[in-house]
Structure formats: structure tokens, C-alpha cells
């Protein structure tokens, strides 16, 4: 990983913990039984640690995305507008995918998807659609276009469902404005919460190859272009070590 790159990182990591910091308001909430058994310091983290996990979110993991693609040289944008025009007949060739998908009588090819919509897809105008926020759009230096959703890594089998049809939409919608063009469109999720075993949550179904599901360690990798995640980890480590005296101080008033 590039210095640079660390800095953004590290400064970014560490600016949205010390927003948490420094909005805490010891008195907003009286927890008498908890105050009881614990000290001050560890309500202090944990409720830093509980808000961390819920602002945290996506829009934190999308900056972090960009930050490691531009360090590797790629162009990257946050929220942006995928443009297109889906015809009826590939729309139709979608909803099939989907629904032989659901219901089991196929199995995820991301390949053979894609192909499948580019033999039907139509030229059409770069028009809005319902499903043209992408998280993170890429386009490396070989021209390869990669549009992220960055999700849950909890999501439920509806989600999962949903989301699986709107990465086949995306092909969709940026081929009929240029059949020509390679491109990736792939689920990201910022870890692995059953690691170290594999990514297995069953809600997923039989959605999605391993190409189009990027988890944890493989997803940081695969966008910053090269092996950093455990540098990457690294970077999180030295925040929590340089703000632990902070917190203690604001612990003790």
C-alpha cells in the first residue's frame, strides 16, 4: 500500500471515530445495573463501539473502496449514476435468470448470465433508471468497469434476492450503451463474520458465484488491486491504539 494511501485510510478511520468521541454525552442515559458492574471506561467503549458499528456503515466502507482503488492507480466513484435502457425482451431474459435462480433450476454462472444479456440486449439511450445507484463504480487501467454493491454481511434472503437481480440489471443497462465494454458487477461485503470458516450464510441461496461475491479479505484485495489487508488491518489497530488514552480521559469526567 502506498503512503498516501495509508494516510487517507488511517485519517479517515480515525476521524469517524473521533466524531463518535467527541458527540458522546455521558449523561443521555441512565444504566444503573450496567453502571454497577461495569466501570465507566468500559460503558464509555461500549457504547462508542455499539454507535461505531452503526454509523460505521456503508458510507464509511464506500470511501474506504475509493481511497484503496485511486491508491492503485484506478478511477473510482461513490453513488454513482449508472445510465441505460433496458429493452423488454432482455428484461424478460433477466427475470428468467431470476427466477430459475430462486427457484433452483439453474446454477449462478455470472459468466453465462452475462452473455445471455448481451446476446438479447438492444442499444438504447442513457437513460435513468430505478436501479442506477451503483456504491462504487471502478474502472481499472485496463479499461475493466467494476460496479459494487457494498451490503450487509448479515443481509436476509429477500435482500439477497433483490440484489442478485439488480447486479443483472447493471449489465443490462451499461450494455446497451456499449456492448463492447468489460464489465464486473459483484456484491461486497466489508467482512466475514464467521471467519475463519468460509462465507456460508444460507440466506444467500443459490444466487451468486464466487465472482460476483466478494467477502472480507478477498474484497479489499480485490479493489486496492493487490494483497493489503492485513496492512490494512493494520492501519484500524494503530487508530484503537492511539485513541484509547482519549477515551479513558473522557471516561473519568
Excluded: C
Excluded at 71 to 77: M, N, R, V
Amino acid at each position: 500500500m502506498k503512503l498516501e494511501t495509508r494516510k487517507k485510510v488511517k485519517e479517515l478511520v480515525k476521524n469517524a471515530i473521533l466524531s463518535k468521541i467527541d458527540n458522546y454525552n455521558a449523561e443521555t442515559e441512565y444504566k444503573p445495573f450496567f453502571q454497577a458492574i461495569f466501570t465507566k471506561e468500559q460503558i464509555l467503549t461500549h457504547t462508542i463501539v455499539h454507535s461505531f458499528y452503526t454509523t460505521f456503515g456503508m458510507s464509511i466502507y464506500e470511501q474506504l473502496v475509493k481511497i484503496l482503488a485511486e491508491g492503485a492507480g484506478y478511477e473510482a466513484h461513490t453513488q454513482y449514476d449508472l445510465l441505460g435502457k433496458i429493452d423488454e425482451k432482455t428484461e424478460a431474459i433477466i427475470n428468467k435468470i431470476d427466477m430459475n435462480l430462486r427457484a433452483g433450476k439453474r446454477d449462478p454462472d455470472i459468466e453465462i448470465e452475462f452473455e445471455e444479456i448481451k446476446k438479447s440486449i438492444q442499444k438504447g439511450k442513457p437513460l435513468e433508471d430505478p436501479d442506477k445507484k451503483v456504491d462504487v463504480f471502478i474502472k481499472k487501467t485496463d479499461g475493466t468497469e467494476i460496479y459494487f454493491d457494498i451490503t450487509t454481511v448479515k443481509s436476509n434472503k429477500k435482500e439477497f434476492v433483490t440484489l442478485k437481480k439488480k447486479l443483472l440489471r447493471w449489465i443490462g443497462l451499461r450494455l446497451s450503451t456499449n456492448k463492447n465494454v468489460k464489465i464486473i458487477t459483484a456484491l461486497g461485503l466489508p467482512y466475514n463474520p464467521y471467519h475463519p470458516k468460509p462465507y456460508t450464510r444460507w440466506t444467500k441461496g443459490n444466487m451468486y458465484d464466487s465472482n460476483q461475491l466478494r467477502v472480507g479479505q478477498d474484497f479489499w484485495n480485490f479493489v486496492a488491486g493487490e494483497n493489503i489487508y492485513d496492512e490494512f488491518i493494520k492501519i484500524f489497530q494503530e487508530v484503537g491504539e492511539e485513541l484509547r488514552e482519549k477515551i479513558k480521559e473522557i471516561a473519568k469526567k
